[in-house]
T-cell receptor, first 113, second 112 residues
């Protein structure tokens, strides 16, 4: 997962609390993504960004907000956490070399009680 | 709306046997990807398939793409325990190459 880091690795929240997940990359990628992974559901796109200052909704954006103030960082916010947001969250970037593909960060495991 | 279906979702096989995982997608696509995920880990890219008839091989895994049938297969030859993992296919919508749509994954268990 060189080049893409996620902070924190694990977190437990109580219902109603807020938090921000950080995805950082040092490879100058334009496109960044946030996914959630739930058992039996594959990965589902929450929000994505095609460049600094831009964000767009994915398949499951409700309950989340994002910001891309700096090219290197893509933040995912939960304003009022709910148990349904218990999941593993992955950040990804598009790489062009050696192939055009999405490269994933190590993940953040979030539990909301 | 692009939908991606994998089957089977669970696969238990013996070492030394062959098997195939199938990935169907509902609309025309630009690219198809196969990823591997070990328990508690992130996703690792295995193959990128770009055109009809494309075939890629790495060790005991071989992936192919039939764009006319909207079908990709991941064939496992003479399975070994180390191949136990969850395998995902993912597809980029035509003209929307900045996004991926994932299948639900196939959890493969290779037993001695």
């Amino acid at each position: 997962n060189a080049g893409v880091t996620q902070t924190p690795k694990f977190r437990v929240l109580k219902t109603g609390q807020s938090m921000t997940l950080l995805c950082a990359q040092d490879m100058n990628h334009e496109y960044m993504y946030w996914y959630r992974q739930d058992p039996g559901m594959g990965l589902r796109l929450i929000h994505y960004s095609v460049g600094e200052g831009t964000t767009a909704k994915g398949e499951v954006p409700d309950g989340y907000n994002v910001s891309r103030l700096k090219k290197q960082n893509f933040l995912l916010g939960l304003e009022s956490a709910a148990p349904s947001q218990t999941s593993v969250y992955f950040c990804a970037v598009w790489t062009r070399q050696p192939v055009y593909e999405q490269y994933f960060g190590p993940g953040t495991r979030l539990t909301v009680t | 709306e692009l939908k991606v279906e994998q089957n089977p979702l669970f696969l238990s096989m013996q070492e030394g046997k062959n098997y195939t995982i199938y990935c169907n997608y509902s609309t025309t696509s630009d690219r198809l990807y196969w990823y591997r995920q070990d328990p508690g880990k992130s996703l690792e890219s295995l193959f990128v398939l770009l055109s009809n008839g494309a075939v890629k091989q790495e060790g005991r895994l071989m992936a192919s793409l039939d764009t006319k049938a909207r079908l990709s297969t991941l064939h496992i030859t003479a399975a070994v325990h180390d191949l136990s993992a969850t395998y995902f296919c993912a597809v980029t919508p035509q003209g929307g190459s900045e996004k991926l749509v994932f299948g639900k994954g196939t959890k493969l268990t290779v037993n001695p």
